[in-house]
């Protein structure tokens, strides 16, 4: 019994997480609103602040996961191409819109590596279509 309330939270989580994931794809950090968010998700705006404390945290999250999947799926030959075009239109519009944020969430993420990974990205956005 004591797992079901682990299970549960987990789920919302990822509730969270797959709403959030999929605003931040469509309308970047600034179009971003919580309360989008736990409207997708089919929370309180209190329950993304809880699982994630903060958007900026949040996008930090949906910034890794997208490297991520076009770094590693990459390399191994898989993915959705559709999937792949929101991704890259995302790193894109962020990466003019929002550079600061951007590279702050870098360097959280990479440390002393984060100019380099930046430097992978812009490759990345330069030489695929």
Known sequence: MANQGNDIRFETEIKIFNAAYNQFLLFGYHGTRIRYIAKEAKVLPAAVHYYFRSKEKLYVKIIYQVINDIFDNEQEGIGN?????????????????????????????????????????????????
Request: charged share 35%; with cysteine; aromatic share 14%.
């Open 81 to 129: 191409r559709g999937e792949y075009t929101r991704q890259k239109w995302f790193l894109q519009t962020e990466l003019y819109n929002n550079q600061d944020l951007l590279c702050k969430s870098l360097q959280e993420l990479y440390l002393n590596k984060w100019d380099a990974k930046l430097s992978k990205i812009r490759e990345y956005l330069e030489t695929k279509t």
